[in-house]
């Protein structure tokens, strides 16, 4: 059977909302808001909407917990769980599937705009190709501070026609040129190939509500550490040429007599 996934996880450092959130259609606002805001985006652009399914919402559920359970946030999980395995667990036999993760929004609005103003999240919400949506959302607490944790899950179960008029394509092509402040979202799978490992994507927030958010923030984001390694590199290397270039001349100083060491 072919089938191809996408995975595509957000991250974002934003302040929490007091309310509480289930896994259930119907008992969350957060996940009717959110799956709304999903809808009227392809509403728009005229591709067909997504449909909740149970059996999706309950794999959604599943990793939440999941990363609740194991204090990770990612697509795949310590012990090399992938969205997928969390799908096939529940019965739910796709064709196309794909993920979107957040964690640290204030409400619904906020995270649906940080996953639209980035390419490949946005490609994910367009996608034609998915028929069914299921989502997660649970207030817990995560990385030291309560939260909200949301998952996202799109589908296309095998025998499930999707609008044959458009196609992913399409859905790059609505979404080419958005840029955010989120990066590093992994691409398409095709059934059979390795797991992309896919990087933690990151929201900055202009401030910070502790003294270690942004430690956490950069050393989260391999953009940012790279760039902190690179300057510290060059640091080190400025360091110890100072010290051969002072060293050098003392030396020679020494030797010529003009500098008496005591």
């Not at 012990?79 to 619904?108: C, Q, R």
């Amino acid at each position: 059977m072919k089938r191809s996934a996408i995975i595509i996880i957000l991250l974002a450092t934003l302040l929490v909302p007091t309310g509480s959130a289930s896994a259930s259609t119907g008992q969350s606002p957060w996940i009717g808001q959110a799956i709304a805001l999903a809808n009227r985006e392809r509403k728009a652009r005229g591709v067909p909407e997504l449909t909740m399914n149970p059996t999706l919402e309950w794999a959604a559920a599943t990793k939440l917990s999941d990363m609740e359970k194991g204090g990770y946030f990612a697509h795949t999980s310590p012990s090399g769980l992938t969205p997928w395995s969390f799908m096939d667990k529940v019965g739910y036999d796709y064709h196309y599937a794909g993920e979107n993760l957040a964690i640290h929004f204030t409400d619904p609005e906020s995270e649906h705009v940080a996953w639209m103003q980035s390419e490949k999240h946005c490609q994910n919400i367009l996608d034609p190709r998915f028929v069914e949506i299921g989502m997660a959302a649970k207030k817990t607490f995560f990385e030291g501070r309560e939260t909200m944790l949301v998952v996202e899950m799109f589908g296309a179960r095998s025998g499930q026609e999707s609008d044959t008029r458009l196609t992913k394509e399409d859905a790059i092509a609505m979404c080419k040129g958005n840029v955010s402040s989120v990066s590093g979202a992994s691409e398409d799978r095709q059934a059979g190939t390795p797991v992309p490992q896919g990087r933690i994507a990151l929201f900055l927030s202009p401030d910070f509500p502790d003294p270690n958010a942004f430690a956490r923030t950069i050393s989260g984001n391999v953009y940012g550490a790279a760039e902190l390694l690179a300057i510290a590199v060059f640091a080190i290397a400025q360091t110890v040429a100072v010290f051969l270039f002072v060293r050098r001349i003392l030396s020679r100083e020494t030797r010529e007599g003009v500098y008496v060491s005591r």
